[in-house]
């Protein structure tokens, strides 16, 4: 209490034009050669905006879910292809190489949900996607690009978790045995073992549906975010079984999307009260509050520099330099 | 020749003084001094003169065949500093040449030197303050004094007090000896004046005689051990003076720290010491005993170096338990600590600070009397009053439980009155003291009860107070002990708390590289509050409705939020119902726990009266004066018109938004946080700006009418109707002195806001009658208001007319400023008393220019 805290952060620049809410960002790392990471927006009408964060104009424009909202974008790391999810049920895949913005392939989703899907990459010219299945409860395992279906991820009947809330996919360093964490609908959080088709642990660690989680694999901890007035950080052990480790009480209920610095050192939450809120990881020790967006904040994306965006329902992505890495 | 006219009277005298009661060999001294004298009074043959007084050197008895002793003695009782004195009237430079290479000087001077000390002193004082100055005599005179200082003979004057008490006393010389020893620095400053030499500044020579002082005592103490009876009194005798003429710093800041450690492991040191202080004369006890108070370094150090003295001796009883603690509040803390703790040391000092029996007088007792005694809270500084709580604090922590108990319902009863009256004060550092005293005695004189708990606001006083009350440490180190356990202490639960519930708790903890991230400083996180819904009306009228009828809270709390903007949004809507809004808020009442709910209430109420000034303001002060209302509801129209006020005052209010959470007025609770982004934010603009044209770079200052000219009656002069008339549930100048306090500073600033208006004149006419009738209220408080009132008369009315109309009231204004700047026990009043003189006297200063022409 003794000495007087640091006024609130400003962004570092926003960028408007996006034209509707902002759903899904992502960091595409100097694909393109430039000095800066590209940042590449998904909105409400379906659009795909590609930003230089050197010029901070929207360098392209995809157009390819038919108006629907575009949920979730990823890049893969052997080339510039690029995955966007939309609610027209369709998820693309896009080539971006030289200048090109044409979509190549693209995958039918059978959820109507609002999951977002996952990505596991090895470097391989083979890679994995996660999907929300057939069913309502169901996750779909597909191997790409021959898009052959591997299996798909039915939860027991009596366990009642309802639909697949965020999903993601990772590999844990010593095991080639991909695994994927998935946040139902009933608030709860489960390990599943790709290959087995088991669920290996699970944990309830919310009340209220899972909204975003985020899982910091070299550490075994991740942070889930639900609809509820808390965050959760659990952790799992060698045995694979998920434990909670603390929840962590919020001003407002409603935390949209949760992601992890890549260095390990902060977290950001996207908030329903329009505010972005950024944590300590290692402590969970509160470190800033965002009170920027005058909407919802609907996503949040760390980029590999340690550059922090959020785009909101305000239509404005906000980039922000918290704590930049010395 | 004087010196020898001086010798012939010696011889005469002194020489039929030695036949009464001397033997035959005795007067061969004599002889062979008078030869002495005659050779050097007659010859100029150096070599001559230099054999005479190398042969008068054997009575110092250091040479090859010494005089006899009893030659010796005689010849230093006697004959020694008329010798000296004779020697003093030869110097002159011819008579130092006859001899090459100042041997003769080097001579004359181991005279002085190496004589007996207290007479050769003697003789050198005199001899400088009798000489001409300028001239060679006192200059070489000095150098020999100076030289004197340097080989430690002072040390030697001082000894020679301490032998002699075996032998007949000489009170008379003694006396002179202890005025010059002491006086020295002063005597010889006199006498140079600027040819002063740096070993005499006062700051250069009492170190010095601390340091000669510990080398007699060093003498005393060996000549104890081998069986020789000394005295100290001479020097507990310098040790007062020097300590009465102020030095004790000097003088006990070397002494004191060689004592520490050289009574640590010797008890005939401790002796010595003890015995030091107890001989200092009555007049000079306080001065000394203050003086090891403030130089010892805490209570255990303390203890060693006084013994028991404060049981032996009624003088420095009566200062360390009385004068240090009630009459003065000088003492700094770690002087306070270690006063009391050096009485708590020991089992018979301790009697003194808490005793069961009704015979003695305790200090811990006095302390809680004193502090409980209201008029006292009314008469006696602050600062004093803070002293004695510590006092009071630090006994507690020094007493044991058991010895509490004995007379728990004395120490308790005076507690609780002081409690009580200081609760009742309108000045909030008095209450908070009581709070904080009532808190930790409680939990000392009555663990059992239920513990007291005050809400405070913490800030360096408090943590002081509450340090102070921890029990110290008994180890003789706890400068060592103490940091490091809290360091250890302090860093456990931080761990677990990273840890918790975790298997493996080792892992996040070593990572040496994750641990730099506690560097990450937070960031300010007061805009994280709970979201409102979107329930808030969009008309006042609408408000009005969700604040009076409504059940549903979140509409209540998301009008109330709205309810300043919608105001300034349409004034027109809000001059409709402006009087009903103004009844609706003032007595709202919190029902749901809104945060900041009484800044939003408050600056709705400003914004009402602000947009309708006459109406509102009119039934704010019929309200104030009205039955059935709590002295919160009282204090908050108060500040609402002074709010509202100070807005409708401010030049070009007009041209700008209206200003959010404007700065309050004097001590207002929970008042808006001047933003710190608009500093922030100015700064940004400033370095990113580049201005072409330097100079005015500030806007220029909005100007416009005083707007509050049109209303300032309706907020000022019903204020001052009715304050004479108590009420059933309402009395001004009883019991509810805090309100006439906050009205008597609402008064002045009222005044003050109504600079350049027409009813400026009327208005201080009025507030000068208030203040006159009372300006001898017995709250400080409210004589604080009053004076502050004068102020703003002194500054609001037009110089003209303050002379023309009302120059009665402040010639008698004035002679009230004079005397309260005087003698008032409160701070705060002496200050605004001299601050409103000083606007009197610039009135003045005006007005002079304009009659002298």
């Excluded at chain 1, 590609?50 to 080339?79: F, K």
């Excluded at chain 1, 996660?130 to 299996?151: F, H, N, W, Y």
């Excluded at chain 1, 909407?295 to 329902?313: E, I, N, P, Y």
Aim: charged share 20%; aromatic share 6%.
């Amino acid at each position: 209490m003794a000495a007087p805290r640091l006024p609130p952060p400003d962004p570092q620049f926003v960028l408007r034009g996006a034209q509707s809410a902002v759903h899904a960002l992502h960091f595409c790392e100097g694909a393109q050669g430039q000095g800066r990471p590209l940042l590449l927006s998904g909105s409400l009408r379906g659009l795909v905006h590609i930003w230089s964060l050197q010029t901070r104009r929207v360098v392209a424009t995809l157009d390819g879910h038919g108006g629907q909202c575009v949920t979730w974008l990823q890049t893969l790391p052997q080339g510039p292809q690029l995955l966007s999810q939309g609610r027209d049920l369709k998820l693309c895949v896009w080539d971006l190489a030289e200048g090109r913005n044409a979509v190549v392939d693209s995958v039918l989703l059978e959820s109507v949900g609002f999951c977002r899907a996952s990505v596991l990459a090895g470097g391989l010219q083979r890679w994995m996607l996660a999907v929300p299945g057939r069913g309502g409860d169901e996750v779909q395992i597909l191997e790409m690009p021959s898009k052959t279906s591997v299996c798909s991820l039915k939860p027991e009947a009596q366990a009642r978790l309802g639909m697949p809330m965020c999903l993601q996919l990772w590999q844990a360093d010593t095991s080639p045995r991909p695994l994927l964490l998935a946040g139902y609908e009933d608030g709860s959080v489960a390990l599943w073992d790709v290959s087995s088709r088991k669920v290996c642990s699970r944990v309830a660690c919310h009340t209220e549906p899972v909204m975003g989680l985020d899982f910091d694999s070299q550490e075994a901890r991740g942070v889930s975010g639900s609809a509820e007035k808390a965050l959760a950080v659990w952790s799992l052990d060698e045995q694979q079984a998920l434990q909670v480790r603390g929840t962590h009480v919020l001003t407002n209920p409603g935390i949209a999307d949760v992601k992890i610095r890549p260095d390990r050192r902060i977290l950001a939450t996207a908030g329903w009260d329009h505010r972005v809120r950024v944590f300590h990881w290692r402590t969970m020790k509160p470190l800033a509050v965002l009170a920027f967006h005058s909407a919802t904040v609907h996503c949040v994306a760390f980029a590999a520099d340690g550059l922090l965006a959020t785009g909101s329902g305000d239509q404005r992505i906000s980039v922000w330099s918290l704590y930049p890495r010395t | 020749m004087l010196p020898v006219d001086g010798f012939g009277f010696w011889e005469g005298r002194e020489l039929g003084k030695v036949n009464h009661r001397m033997d035959p060999e005795v007067s061969a001294v004599r002889l062979t001094i008078l030869e002495a004298v005659h050779i050097l009074s007659s010859s100029e043959d150096g070599g001559r003169i230099f054999c005479t007084l190398e042969s008068l050197k054997r009575y110092f008895g250091e040479t090859e065949n010494p005089a006899l002793p009893e030659e010796q003695e005689e010849f230093a009782r006697i004959h020694f500093s008329t010798f000296l004195r004779f020697l003093v009237g030869k110097l002159s430079p011819d008579w130092l040449e006859l001899l090459p290479d100042g041997q003769m000087e080097e001579l004359w001077a181991s005279f002085f030197l190496e004589g007996p000390a207290d007479q050769a002193f003697l003789v050198l004082m005199e001899s400088i303050e009798g000489a001409a100055s300028p001239s060679f005599r006192l200059m070489k005179m000095v150098q020999l004094l100076a030289r004197f200082l340097s080989v430690g003979r002072m040390a030697a004057v001082m000894e020679g007090q301490c032998r002699q008490q075996a032998g007949p006393a000489f009170p008379l010389l003694q006396e002179t000896l202890l005025t010059k020893v002491v006086g020295l620095p002063d005597r010889l400053g006199n006498r140079l004046q600027r040819e002063n030499l740096a070993t005499f500044f006062p700051q250069n020579y009492f170190p010095l005689l601390g340091e000669e002082v510990l080398r007699v005592l060093q003498v005393v103490v060996d000549s104890l051990r081998g069986g020789l009876d000394c005295s100290v009194s001479f020097l507990s005798q310098v040790l007062g003076k020097a300590c009465v003429h102020g030095r004790q710093k000097e003088v006990l800041g070397v002494l004191v720290p060689r004592l520490t450690v050289l009574t640590q492991g010797s008890c005939l040191w401790q002796r010595v010491c003890w015995c030091l202080v107890e001989r200092v004369p009555n007049w000079a006890m306080e001065a000394v005993l203050k003086g090891f108070v403030e130089a010892a370094p805490g209570p255990e150090v303390l203890s060693r170096l006084l013994g028991n003295l404060v049981t032996k001796n009624k003088k420095a009883q009566f200062v360390m338990t009385r004068k240090l603690l009630f009459l003065q509040y000088s003492c700094t803390m770690p002087m306070l600590q270690s006063l009391l703790g050096y009485l708590a040391m020991d089992s018979q000092r301790r009697s003194l600070l808490m005793q069961a029996g009704p015979t003695t007088h305790q200090v811990l007792k006095e302390l809680l009397e004193t502090w409980g005694s209201s008029s006292a809270i009314r008469h006696v500084p602050l600062v004093q009053q803070r002293y004695v709580s510590k006092a009071i604090l630090i006994c507690l922590a020094h007493l044991g439980e058991a010895e509490l108990q004995d007379s728990r319902d004395e120490l308790l009863a005076s507690l609780m009155e002081g409690v009580k009256s200081r609760l009742d004060s309108s000045l909030p550092p008095v209450r908070r003291l009581g709070m904080i005293v009532a808190e930790v005695a409680s939990a000392r004189i009555h663990p059992e009860g239920p513990p007291l708990k005050f809400q405070y606001e913490e800030d360096e006083l408090t943590r002081e107070m509450l340090a102070l009350a921890m029990p110290r440490p008994a180890a003789d180190g706890p400068s060592e002990a103490g940091p490091s356990f809290a360091l250890v202490s302090g860093e456990t639960p931080d761990r677990e708390t990273v840890d918790c519930s975790g298997p493996q708790a080792g892992p996040e903890g070593s990572d040496s590289e994750l641990d730099s991230d506690d560097e990450f400083v937070p960031y300010d996180m007061s805009v994280d509050r709970e979201r409102r819904s979107s329930k808030a009306p969009s008309y006042v009228r609408g408000c009005l409705e969700a604040l009076t009828g409504s059940e549903d809270w979140e509409r209540w709390e998301a009008a109330l939020w709205a309810l300043e903007g919608l105001i300034f949004r349409s004034p027109a809507a809000t001059q409709e119902v402006s009087v009903e809004l103004a009844k609706v808020l003032l007595h709202l009442e919190e029902k749901t726990a809104v945060a900041g709910f009484d800044g939003l209430r408050q600056r709705a109420l400003v914004a009402v009266t602000v947009t309708d000034p006459a109406p509102v303001a009119e039934y704010l002060t019929t309200q104030f004066y009205a039955l059935n209302y709590s002295l919160r509801q009282r204090m908050d129209i108060l500040d609402v018109l002074t709010l509202a006020a100070q807005e409708l005052s401010r030049p070009g209010r007009l041209g700008k938004a209206p200003q959010r959470g404007s700065p309050d007025p004097g001590s207002q609770p929970g008042g808006a946080v001047v933003p710190a982004w608009r500093a922030v934010v100015e700064e940004r603009i400033k370095r990113k700006t580049r201005r072409f044209s330097k100079g005015s770079a500030g806007q220029a200052p909005a100007v416009g009418p005083n707007e509050f000219n049109l209303v300032a009656g309706y907020f000022f002069f019903p204020l001052l109707q009715h304050f004479d008339r108590p009420l059933v549930t309402f009395d001004l100048l009883g019991d509810d002195q805090l309100v006439l306090g906050r009205l008597a500073h609402t008064l002045g600033a009222l005044m003050y806001l109504a600079v350049n208006t027409m009813v400026a004149m009327p208005m201080g006419k009025a507030l000068l009658e208030f203040v006159w009738a009372l300006r001898f209220h017995g709250d400080a408080y409210v004589r604080r208001g009053l004076l502050s009132a004068v102020s703003a008369v002194l500054l609001s009315v037009p110089t003209e007319q303050l002379l023309a109309d009302l120059l009665d009231e402040l010639l008698e204004a004035r002679s009230w400023l004079g005397d309260v700047a005087e003698k008032d026990p409160d701070e705060d009043c002496r200050l605004l008393a001299v601050k409103a003189l000083l606007l009197l006297e610039k009135l003045r200063d005006k007005l002079l220019p304009l009659s002298s022409p």
